[in-house]
């Protein structure tokens, strides 16, 4: 009995293995029958390829896309994970070694002629610029031109390496779209920047008069200069030692005496010491030799705070005119601390830059615009976030706007939107950026009062020429007289 369930078991698996035997041998006669290959190993490759086709071409659209600095992705994921991800300072350093790499975003449009200027004697593209703190060694410059500024500005750049101040030294505001730094000049020092520099030039470099540091047409390179901690405070030793390392390799100097976080410095604002080191920037400076990669010597600019005085202003506007200063840059960070800030992190120590910074530089630049004559340009620098404040900047006696934090909030498709916003509105109004700038500067510069005119004789009154010729000729009555007791005395 006990053999009849396992002889049952073999015969059903028998039956079942029969049956499929046979359903293999009939498809295998049909698929010889119909010449067809079997299907399994090339649908395998079929399927492979078509993945491989899939991937190369998603790969190059998204490389397509991300290399488009107006990709919305830069704007609204990437630079958002980078600032809520690290820190402030950690995430500064790791877009600047993207950039770097050469494997940054890149600005593809072709600049509005709308926008083309003039700055310094220099023609370039746009009149967008990216300040000095971004790239404080010069590491990334190329990266940086590839994003659309005409104005790249390196530094600031001590002569000997610093570490600046401790961390944490930089905080987002961003209820505020704001920044508070106090970085204190942290520096590789200048051997590290200027080799930087050096190493860009190409070995075969054809120099012509359109020629610029920037290695590019349409385009300058700044570098702005720092002092040591260390290093005196009312001394101008560390400048000149700047124009000296720099001068042959960029084509504007940027003389930054206006930090709020280096002991001293703005000291060197006041009128005494600033006659003093902008006398001596300028014998160094004049005592260049014409640059091997432009063929000239590099603009002097003088950068400063947004927090004096009307009257400070207006006294070191008479210095800045009688000094070799080409122009000025309005402005860097403020101490102030407006009422309107909200986020938490409004009270750390430092400078603010940010939006919040916009009235207090416009407020310096109209009262030194009005101080200056329209031959030293302006450069605006201080919570500019649109086209629309470009514009504003413009018509407030500016040549020149640069754009700091709003960049690292924005990210890199910062520039290109703030050019077409400003393209926009100028071809609303059917003016160019030339055009507004013109305008503002002769209509709100500082000319000087021409020389009195003398005034009008009244009758009766002896003019100067009258009283002359009276003087001649009672001294022809007195030669008469004398020769006429020569000769009675004689007699």
């Not at 390179?221 to 960029?250: C, I, M, Q, R, W």
């Not at 000025?328 to 909200?342: D, E, F, G, K």
């Not at 620098?381 to 413009?394: P, Q, R």
């Amino acid at each position: 009995m006990a053999s009849l369930p396992l002889r049952g078991i073999r015969h059903q698996h028998a039956h079942r293995h029969g049956i499929t035997h046979h359903r293999q041998s009939i498809l295998q006669r049909r698929t010889f029958a119909s010449g067809v290959p079997p299907p399994i190993s090339s649908r395998s490759t079929l399927r492979t390829t078509s993945y491989a086709v899939l991937f190369a071409v998603s790969a190059g659209l998204f490389a397509a896309y991300y290399l488009d600095a107006r990709s919305a992705i830069h704007r609204y994921v990437l630079t958002p994970v980078l600032r809520y991800t690290f820190d402030a300072e950690t995430g500064h350093k790791i877009a600047v070694k993207v950039l770097r790499s050469g494997l940054g975003p890149r600005d593809v449009v072709k600049d509005d002629d709308v926008l083309r200027s003039e700055i310094l004697g220099f023609d370039v593209s746009n009149p967008v610029g990216l300040a000095a703190g971004f790239d404080k060694d010069g590491e990334a410059i190329d990266g940086l031109f590839n994003l659309g500024f005409s104005w790249v500005e390196v530094g600031s750049v001590t002569p000997k390496p610093q570490p600046g101040n401790p961390r944490p030294r930089v905080f987002h505001l961003p209820a505020d779209s704001a920044l508070i730094n106090r970085y204190g000049f942290p520096s590789q020092g200048a051997a590290a920047v200027v080799s930087r520099l050096r190493a860009r030039i190409p070995t075969f470099y054809d120099v012509n008069e359109a020629s610029t540091s920037a290695l590019r047409s349409g385009a300058v390179l700044a570098v702005n200069l720092g002092k040591n901690k260390t290093s005196s405070a009312d001394s101008s030793e560390d400048f000149v030692s700047g124009v000296n390392t720099f001068g042959p390799y960029a084509d504007v100097l940027v003389v930054n005496v206006s930090s709020p976080n280096t002991p001293g410095l703005r000291g060197l604002q006041n009128r005494e010491l600033l006659e003093s080191l902008l006398k001596d920037v300028a014998e160094a400076r004049n005592a260049l030799e014409p640059s091997p990669v432009t063929s000239r010597r590099p603009r002097l600019v003088l950068k400063v705070a947004p927090d004096l005085e009307e009257s400070q202003l207006a006294e070191m506007a008479e210095v800045i005119r009688n000094s070799d200063i080409d122009g000025v840059i309005v402005s860097n960070t403020t101490v102030a601390r407006p009422s309107s800030l909200i986020d938490s992190n409004k009270t750390e120590t430092g400078g603010l830059s940010g939006r919040p910074l916009k009235p207090y530089t416009l407020r310096a630049l109209k009262t030194l615009r009005a101080h200056l004559p329209a031959s030293i340009p302006i450069i605006g620098c201080g919570g500019i976030s649109s086209g629309a404040d470009a514009l504003e900047y413009g018509r407030a006696g500016a040549s020149f706007v640069q754009l700091y934090t709003e960049f690292g909030y924005d990210g890199v498709g910062t520039c290109r939107r703030i050019k077409d916003e400003l393209a926009s509105l100028l071809k609303r109004e059917g003016k160019t950026w030339r055009d507004v700038v013109n305008e503002s500067t002769e209509r709100l510069s500082w000319k000087e009062s021409p020389a009195p005119l003398p005034a009008p004789v009244r009758e009766g009154e002896a003019t100067i020429g009258k009283l002359v010729e009276e003087a001649e000729m009672l001294q022809s009555l007195l030669d008469q007289l004398g020769r006429k007791m020569s000769e009675s005395a004689e007699s």
